[in-house]
């Protein structure tokens, strides 16, 4: 079992930057691929980013590529999301998830189905 929980969302103007942080308890932390998703009211939950569980490898949505980095600390059992130059079209709830990867160093995916185990989200807004 891994709990997870988000923090750092909150409402900032388009153009700033935020970050988000997603402390992991439970099972060992460096067992799990990390995503981050997220959510709007009437919408699929999107995916985001993703990291693999030695941090050698990470992917990003088109949508995100160039703007958000993913990363992580296995010594602090964190994942981070840093977000810059926000948008409008960024509002949303989001969502960490954890993978259990313990076959692979490099192994991610970005598919909702995949991840095991949710936090419960954190929600950004970015006004225009």
């Known amino acids: 079992q891994v709990q997870l929980k988000e923090s750092g969302g909150g409402l900032v103007q388009a153009g700033a930057s935020l970050r988000l942080s997603c402390a992991a308890s439970?099972?060992?932390?460096?067992?799990?691929?990390m995503g981050w998703f997220r959510q709007v009211p009437g919408k699929e939950r999107e995916f985001v980013a993703a990291i693999s569980r030695s941090a050698t490898a990470t992917y990003y949505s088109d949508s995100v590529k160039g703007r958000f980095t993913i990363s992580r600390s296995n010594a602090e059992n964190m994942v981070s999301l840093q977000m810059n130059k926000l948008k409008p079209e960024d509002t949303a709830v989001y969502y960490c998830?954890?993978?259990?990867?313990?076959?692979?160093?490099?192994?991610?995916?970005?598919?909702?189905?995949?991840?095991?185990?949710w936090g419960q989200g954190t929600q950004v807004t970015v006004s225009s």
């Open positions: 998830a954890a993978d259990l990867a313990n076959f692979s160093g490099t192994y991610y995916s970005t598919v909702a189905n995949a991840y095991e185990y």
């Open positions: 439970g099972r060992a932390f460096n067992n799990y691929a």
